[in-house]
């Protein structure tokens, strides 16, 4: 799945993430107040003519500090962005391209600043 695929990636390209800790893929803990997850989203739709697919994912990044939420959800848009010809989780991706800069969605119940991007990958089916 690519959420997992892409919560592992950035586990292992990182130094900032760590699976399970503070990067999960599927809904978000919550705590720790800083922390990211990885959620399958719409993608486009499979080639009809090629083994390949177009998935899509969200990132969200939560952290009390707005700088530091900024900050990250920066970090990851630099790490994805572009990001071609890389092997994620099994899957080759050609590449991985941005919908979109991230979005400030405010501040939850607990009054953490949320932002979010939104990605397409182009991989091929395996």
Known sequence: MIDTDIATYLST?????TLGT????????YTPDTCCS????????PSKTTDMEFPGFQVKVRAAAYATAFTRINDILDALHRLTNTTVGSNLCYWIEAQGSPSYLGRDQANRALFTCNFIANRIIE
């Not at 503070?22 to 803990?29: E, K, L, T």
């Open 22 to 29: 503070n990067i999960f893929a599927g809904n978000m803990p």
């Open 38 to 45: 990885v959620t399958q989203t719409q993608g486009l739709p």
């Open 13 to 17: 390209s990182t130094s900032t993430w």
